[in-house]
């Protein structure tokens, strides 16, 4: 689809594929902003190596990678950042909300798809984030579709149970 080298094909493929890249970069890293920001970034690499990245078969994917993988690494920059701040008692405690349902809301949930292992995050997140199927996920993560499908499934899993729990505390801490 994209394997000339003309700027328009490059535009093309801004168009196609900015929408899902920063819904996904913004469900692992937690802020919109921060999401449009990697997702320039990744394509401004890709337009620095157009001549190059034109050429493979997909160079959808080769920029969602660089997206991702780069909101992988400001995701994970972050949390240590906070757990060092943490430790160091300069952070506040977090207030818990008093509504049994707010682990429900979409940060509620991003937040528990950010607490995931990092590749059932961004497998969750090019899924739902970024609307991907299996077999791009796969070729996303340079994984075989069996294991994009185990990461999809774990990853459910995860958060089902991750977010019963939360609902099920909340209600235990106020009953009312």
Known sequence: MFVGVTMSD???????????????ATAIVGDSHRAEEIVQEAFERC????KRVSKLDRPGAWVRRVAINEAISVHRRSSNEIRAVQRFGA????????????ALDDNGVWAAVR????DQASAIALRYGADLSVEDIAETLRVSLPA????????????????????D?????DPT
């Open 10 to 24: 490059f535009g093309d493929l801004v168009e196609t594929e900015s929408r899902g890249l920063v819904a996904a």
């Open 148 to 167: 994009a499908k185990s990461l999809l499934h774990r990853g459910r899993t995860s958060l089902r149970s991750s977010l019963t729990n939360q609902t």
């Open 115 to 118: 607490a995931l292992p990092r």
């Open 47 to 50: 337009f620095r190596r157009w």
């Open 169 to 173: 505390e909340q209600v235990k801490a």
């Open 91 to 102: 952070m506040a405690a977090s207030e818990v909300s008093d509504d049994p349902l707010a």
